[in-house]
């Protein structure tokens, strides 16, 4: 089966920086998004990577390895308004998104 | 308006009622989808829609139907519903469809089946 996981939860505090991290498995692969969703407010678009490495935009970054499955969501100089679901989306070879469940990031003073 | 609106934003239902979920976006896209949001679980595709006239079956369609008369409008019919439909269900667009363009969302509708 198709599957993504992603931790369920994560704390940071202002001002630092966090990683979360995305695996797959997939059915094909045809890029892998991150969204961010505040509570009680739709996903909004973060970033799309369909090719190895690091795609860098302001303070959030996203790195993809296709061999090992795997992605993460790199924040930096973290802001109290960054807390938020990131929600990690694979798009498999029927052009068909695959979401997580989706990792709360809570940030703390 | 500008981008994508749905309607209601939330509604308490009884379990055997009829309930269409409307969905307008105006960004002129292709594509439109259906998604349910649960908790502990990621976004789960109802029904899609890849250009108006045209719909497809997403991975949880049962007790839904969805139409695509044309661009802008995309509802979502409950025809008898049903308690573990409680969700919050998002609208979404894409410009491209079978592609990789992003999604736009809708806020939202909340719904509850007592």
């Known amino acids: 089966g198709q599957n993504i996981d992603q931790p369920t939860e994560m704390t940071a505090t202002e001002g630092a920086i966090v990683q979360i991290n995305c695996t797959y498995q997939?059915?094909?692969?045809?890029?892998l998004f991150w969204y961010q969703q505040h509570a009680g407010e739709a996903p909004t678009f973060l970033s799309y990577n369909v090719l190895d490495g690091l795609e860098e935009k302001g303070r959030f970054s996203s790195f993809l390895s296709r061999s090992k499955g795997y992605s993460y969501l790199l924040l930096k100089e973290l802001q109290m308004k960054d807390s938020a679901s990131y929600l990690c989306?694979?798009?498999?070879?029927?052009?068909?998104?695959?979401w997580g469940a989706g990792t709360k990031l809570i940030i703390k003073p | 308006i500008a981008g994508i609106t749905q309607a209601p934003t939330s509604q308490i239902l009884a379990a055997g009622r009829r309930m269409t979920l409307r969905c307008t976006q105006d960004?002129?896209?292709?594509?439109m989808y259906w998604y349910r949001q649960d908790l502990g679980l990621g976004l789960r595709l109802i029904h899609y829609s890849n250009t108006a006239g045209t719909t497809g079956k997403g991975e949880v369609p049962d007790g839904y139907s969805v139409s695509r008369a044309n661009t802008d409008d995309f509802p979502l019919t409950l025809a008898s519903a049903v308690p573990s439909q409680t969700s919050v269900y998002f609208c979404a667009s894409s410009g491209t469809s079978g592609d990789t363009g992003e999604l736009f969302f809708g806020e939202g509708s909340r719904l509850t089946v007592l």
């Open positions: 960004m002129r896209h292709n594509a």
């Open positions: 989306a694979v798009m498999d070879s029927n052009y068909q998104l695959i």
């Open positions: 997939t059915s094909g692969f045809n890029g």
